[in-house]
């Protein structure tokens, strides 16, 4: 089978289409035909070896894929030959085939296309937990979002809604916010022409957000802690902008604020039951339209490494998946 991997840690040019034997599953395992690959903003981390996860070389990035299940491994239950499920694999994702863990896999409604549910785990996911498990959003509450046209933001905007709070998008331009208004974003800013600090102020009477998510890092992070309403609490959930914020303790006193981290993949094994809990929760507003997952773009298996750069550069709106051979 075919599969995109990394002998050698670096740029997006050191992915390298292998030709491998088809795994073999383990037990508590299945392997499945991959239908389609998430494209997330990690890929391009841990191929450079920045990522918080280093696999073992020569390795694959991909962690989100749908697929048919053509092989049970031992001591598997609840899952069958035939059934098309969404899965996490944590790497390897970009491949013909690919192994993943029972436990880790979702059964996909009738309703929910190949592309769409190859790209929800991690963005939902993630989105849902910062919001509703960490930050604790509120009815009523202002929640800013960064980069809110980008994979992880779009969802934030609608989590954010469904949650019942007031949701203000920031994202680069124009046509971007027009995206984020179009998924429930009731204000939008345009972080490239306006002073965040200043607008966020502005839309919330002075008080600032009760709650920021950020995806970004860097500048937009130092304005977000001036921007953030007294007991506010801000979401730090990726530094797409390429620079790790240093946090001056001093404001998070005067200010009697929150900064609260979230590495979402290690609710896989410190809270599975969060994971399991969040997932149903986002299964049952997909099922009654409340979640619209936007994919903007769809790549070939062949352009893996174009999909890659495309969210690496930011150019991405939504989520962008790469298409499997099997259909």
Not at 264 to 272: D, G, K, L
Request: charged content about 25%; glycine content about 10%.
């Amino acid at each position: 089978m075919k599969i995109w991997r990394v002998h050698a840690l670096g740029g997006i040019e050191n992915l390298v289409c292998d030709e491998v034997p088809a795994p073999v599953p383990g037990p508590h395992q299945v392997r499945i035909r991959v239908r389609a690959t998430g494209v997330n903003f990690a890929d391009s981390l841990i191929i450079a070896g920045k990522y918080q996860e280093k696999p073992d070389l020569p390795f694959g990035p991909g962690a989100e894929v749908c697929g048919e299940i053509v092989e049970l491994g031992e001591r598997v239950e609840g899952l069958r030959i035939g059934e098309r499920i969404m899965a996490l694999t944590r790497h390897d994702g970009y491949a013909e085939e690919a192994l993943v863990s029972a436990a880790l896999a979702q059964s996909v409604p009738p309703t929910m296309s190949d592309e769409a549910a190859a790209g929800f785990p991690i963005v939902y996911g993630t989105s849902h937990i910062a919001l509703w498990h960490k930050a604790r959003l509120q009815p009523g509450e202002t929640l800013v979002v960064h980069g809110a046209a980008g994979g992880v933001g779009l969802t934030a905007v609608e989590i954010g809604k469904a949650l019942g709070a007031r949701v203000i998008a920031t994202a680069s331009t124009a046509e971007k916010l027009e995206i984020a208004k179009a998924r429930g974003a009731d204000e939008g800013i345009n972080s490239r022409e306006e002073d965040l600090r200043v607008r966020i102020k502005a839309l919330t009477d002075g008080r600032g957000a009760d709650v920021i998510y950020d995806p970004i890092g860097g500048e937009v992070f130092d304005a977000s802690l001036r921007a953030v309403n007294f007991e506010g609490r801000i979401l730090t959930v990726g530094f797409a902008g390429g620079t790790v914020p240093q946090i001056p303790a001093n404001l998070l006193l005067v200010k009697t604020v929150d900064v609260l981290g979230l590495n979402w993949p290690a609710y896989q094994e410190r809270r599975p039951d969060i994971l399991r809990q969040s997932f149903a929760i986002l299964m049952d507003w997909f099922a009654d339209r409340t979640l619209t997952p936007l994919v903007s773009k769809v790549f070939d298996l062949d352009a893996v490494p174009d999909a890659i750069a495309h969210v690496a550069n930011r150019k991405a709106t939504g989520k962008v998946v790469v298409r499997g051979t099997a259909k």
